[in-house]
């Protein structure tokens, strides 16, 4: 809108440059230096002090003059206008519009705050600044009211027409001509007159004139001499923004108006554009004043409305003067510092001031609010109480009608609180909330800082993943309190076991790491990891508990291992494995053969995918014998892996690969259908053979499906529950009571047989075994192992084979008291078979036997020697004999499909 360019202050639009002179300049000089310049007008000096102006509407006044006087040499302040009108500088354009058409004036000084000149303001000013030009655009020239052309025979003397121009306040009149091509004089050619001396009465040489080509510099020269020729003129259907850009293209103030019949009918000046949009404005200016009162109403009710909205805020809110005295506040002000309004109306705002800011930090502040009006951030303040608190703050400058600033309101709100809650959220987001040690993400941080410190001076960095020994037994037996106390003694003990400057982070259950900073020598490492060891190896109490946990430490180097931190992290872990491997409570560091061992998991993991959906596993069955009778009790149904490249391949070369990838669960799956039906067909063909022996890895039995498929396979095959056996390792026995409890409750209830196998290798527990409904246990073949081997052996095996036999005497009695029935594996030698016939051992298994073989290769009815003819019959020698060439050997094939 047109109102809102008029709202652009005048000091906006004037350069600074305008054109002056003493008043003793002569009005030759003043008219010459105007028409160089193509001023309009020339500002009469008396020092600082603007005393006149001359205009080029003054320059007509100059016909009045007597024939003889002395144009040329006049002084300029004999003619000039005075006094200046002069307008301040924030005067609005629109307002300055309206006092240069109620006053008639042409031209105004511009002054600053302290009078000083600015620059001039002209009518083109307003035409050219005005910002109307879509305005412009919709109105053609003949909506403009301009006046009828004045004309004038060209034999008129100059003087006449000047007089004539004055009289009717005219800016030019058109020149007629015999031939019919009109001219036109306006002041400005009156300046050049003037300016050349053309107006004086003295004679002079012709000069070359912008009409004929011939001036006359006689006063009483005639105006067809002096006119512009021809007249340039424009058609009244063009737009007004058309006729001022004409006007500005051509360094013109007046073009002639054509109708349609091309006639002239009008002269269109600067000054009628300009009176055109101040008509506008006017007409928009009423409708600002209406809007206006409007306004003023709803201000004076919004200012009702914020009064409430202030006092009802929970924010709260003060407003003081300019030197931060408070006049107002609300009652959330009150409420959030403990002041009340009386306590602190008239003193200054700093009485809030906690001290924890530093001076730099208001002196900005209030910078900020002198330079921009407005500060926001956070802040420390004090309330009545003492209490420091921290609050987020807002000031705002509040101005006057003048734009000034007046007064300053702060709203404040008391974040204290949100902002505990977000350093705590920060804090978990990089710290372990159970240790507050570093988490994963803070590790790989500082590990990418150090590796980079290192880097630049030439040192190395160890990284050290620990991982603690058996520590699920430690949750499953005594529950997750004990363990997660064990864990914060655990975190302390590693904190304080390696060097300020080294990181100790927490990844996850049980796994921890380390950073450890400038190293130049790798043993320096061993010795950490050596105290490590020792440190966490000790007893940890918690409560009236004590717990004894060992770590297993991995070790990888930068640059020597990697250059990236997940890459030496992820080898750190293998050292780890490695480190369990070889009897864990030790350190390995990382070697690149465990990297092509990693490898070679990765490729036994697809191929024993592949293996699944080929059908490439297949089960061997090892029978179990009475050891009184001699009968056949159970066969053990035990995996092998038809490798279409490796052959036969025992469980020991597939089985723990299947466990970490957890193919264990459909592998385990396939042992049991297989082995249920090849029992049901057993069945049908009326071969006894007791109850199938199927081992059970704690994976499948942890697996949310593993009872339903149970069922299904049960179903599937016609097998009696009866006729099943779970072996299950003494280790998944023993842990997660509830949840074993349950599960073996439920397996028992189905009429299914469970026994404990390798019994005495892990945390054997006799009393715990009375909660559980297990039925059988299997000892161990290693307590076996050194019994009766060789008459010759060494001292020391004698030793041990006393001490193993001691053991299986005590397992076996306790299990009687018990009620379980006892089966012995790995019975190789006649003398085992005679030890354990002594002890009253319920069963044995074992290559003196029968080795494990394929379905069709099973003995049926078949005996072994029983109580009548016993050992001593020659039968047990016989096989022991035969299997003793290669006992060492087939004791791994005995695999289950756990382990």
Not at 214 to 228: E, K, L, Y
Not at 256 to 265: E, N, R, S, T
Not at 438 to 447: D, Q
Request: a negative charge.
């Amino acid at each position: 809108m047109v109102h809102h360019t008029l709202d652009v202050e005048i000091g906006q639009l004037v350069s600074g440059s305008m054109l002056e002179c003493p008043p003793h300049t002569s009005v030759h000089e003043a008219a010459r230096r105007m028409a160089d310049e193509r001023r309009s007008a020339i500002v009469v000096m008396d020092g600082a002090r603007a005393v006149g102006i001359w205009t080029e509407h003054d320059a007509l006044a100059l016909a009045d003059e007597p024939d003889r006087t002395d144009i040329r040499n006049m002084p300029v302040e004999a003619v000039m206008s005075r006094p200046v009108i002069a307008l301040p500088g924030h005067t609005r354009l629109g307002d300055a519009a309206l006092q240069f058409r109620s006053g008639g004036i042409r031209h105004c000084l511009v002054t600053d705050e302290r009078g000083h000149s600015l620059g001039i303001l002209t009518q083109t000013d307003f035409v050219m600044n005005q910002g109307a030009e879509f305005f412009l655009r919709m109105k053609t020239i003949d909506s403009v009211n301009a006046a009828a052309p004045v004309l004038v025979d060209h034999e008129l003397s100059v003087k006449d027409a000047m007089r004539l121009m004055r009289a009717q306040r005219l800016s030019a009149v058109v020149v007629a001509y015999p031939d019919g091509v009109h001219g036109i004089l306006t002041e400005r050619d009156i300046v050049g007159l003037v300016a050349n001396g053309s107006l004086d009465d003295a004679p002079e040489r012709f000069a070359a004139g912008p009409a004929q080509g011939i001036v006359n510099a006689n006063a009483n020269a005639t105006v067809g001499f002096h006119a512009s020729r021809p007249l340039r003129c424009l058609r009244q259907s063009q737009s007004l923004y058309a006729a001022r850009q004409y006007l500005i293209e051509h360094r013109m103030r007046h073009v002639g108006i054509l109708d349609q019949h091309d006639a002239l009918v009008g002269v269109l000046g600067l000054a009628d554009i300009l009176d055109d949009i101040e008509h506008e404005y006017v007409q928009e200016l009423q409708i600002a004043l209406r809007e206006r009162d409007d306004a003023l109403f709803e201000s004076r009710y919004n200012l009702r409305l914020a009064d409430r909205v202030v006092e009802s805020s929970l924010d709260g809110v003060m407003v003081t003067d300019l030197n931060g005295t408070i006049e107002r506040v609300n009652p959330a002000f009150t409420r959030l510092t403990g002041y009340a309004k009386a306590e602190v109306v008239g003193r200054n705002a700093n009485l809030l001031s906690s001290g924890r800011q530093a001076a730099g930090f208001y002196r900005a502040l209030w910078e900020s609010l002198r330079e921009h009006g407005h500060w926001q951030g956070e802040i420390w303040n004090r309330k009545k109480s003492g209490e420091l608190y921290l609050e987020y703050l807002s000031i705002s400058g509040i101005c006057d009608e003048s734009g000034r600033y007046t007064h300053y309101a702060a709203i404040f709100s008391d974040i204290t609180g949100r902002r505990l809650a977000e350093e705590r959220l920060s804090y978990l987001a990089t710290h372990d909330a159970l240790t507050g040690l570093p988490n994963r993400t803070l590790f790989s941080e500082r590990l990418e800082h150090a590796m980079a410190r290192a880097q630049r001076a030439g040192k190395r960095v160890a990284v050290m993943f620990v991982d603690l020994d058996r520590f699920k037994l430690i949750n499953d037996t005594l529950g997750h309190g004990i363990g997660d106390e064990t864990l914060k003694v655990i975190a302390g003990r590693l904190r304080h076991g390696v060097r300020e400057t080294d990181t100790v982070a927490r990844l996850g259950g049980d796994e921890f790491t380390i950073v450890a900073e400038d190293i130049e020598d790798i043993r320096d490492v061993g010795r950490i990891a050596q105290s490590l060891l020792e440190v966490i190896g000790r007893p940890v109490s918690v409560g009236a508990q004590s717990v004894f946990v060992t770590p297993s430490i991995g070790i990888s180097m930068f640059p020597d291992d990697g250059a990236d931190p997940k890459q030496l992290l992820m080898q750190a872990d293998r050292a780890m494995y490695e480190a369990k491997e070889v009897g864990k409570n030790n350190f390995q560091f990382f070697a690149a053969t465990m990297t092509s061992s990693a490898k070679e998991r990765i490729v036994l993991e697809g191929e024993l995918r592949e293996a699944l959906l080929n059908g490439e596993f297949r089960l061997h069955y090892q029978p179990e014998y009475d050891l009184r009778s001699g009968a056949l009790t159970g066969v053990e149904a035990l995996i092998r892996w038809q490798h279409p490249r490796r052959g036969l391949v025992g469980p020991d070369q597939f089985i723990p690969a299947a466990e970490e990838s957890a193919l264990i669960v459909p592998i385990g799956g396939w042992v049991l259908r297989e082995a249920c039906r090849q029992a049901r067909a057993w069945l049908d063909e009326g071969f006894e053979f007791g109850r199938i022996a199927v081992n059970l890895s704690g994976k499948q039995c942890r697996h949310d499906g593993f009872l339903h498929e149970l069922a299904g396979v049960l179903s599937d095959t016609g097998l009696p529950a009866r006729r099943l056996q779970f072996e299950l390792v003494e280790s998944m026995a023993m842990t997660g009571r509830d949840e074993t409890a349950a599960l073996l409750g439920e397996l028992a209830r189905r009429g299914i047989s469970l026994a404990i196998d390798d019994f005495g290798t892990g945390y054997s527990a006799f009393a715990y075994l009375q909660s559980l409904p297990v039925d059988t246990l299997k000892i161990d073949r290693s307590f076996l192992a050194q019994i009766g081997e060789r008459i010759d052996a060494p001292i020391d095996e004698r030793e041990a084979g006393a001490a193993d036999g001691a053991i299986v005497r005590a397992i076996v009695a306790m299990a009687k008291a018990l009620g379980i029935t006892v089966v012995a594996e790995g019975v190789e030698y006649d003398a085992q078979w005679r030890f354990l016939r002594e002890i009253g051992c319920d069963r044995v298994q074992g290559y003196l036997l029968g080795r494990p073989v394929p379905a069709e290769r099973l003995a049926r009815g078949a005996r072994v020697g029983g109580a009548e003819s016993g050992a001593e019959s020659g039968a047990g020698n016989v096989a022991g004999n035969v299997a003793k060439s290669d006992a060492k050997s087939g004791v791994a094939l005995t695999a289950s499909a756990q382990a």
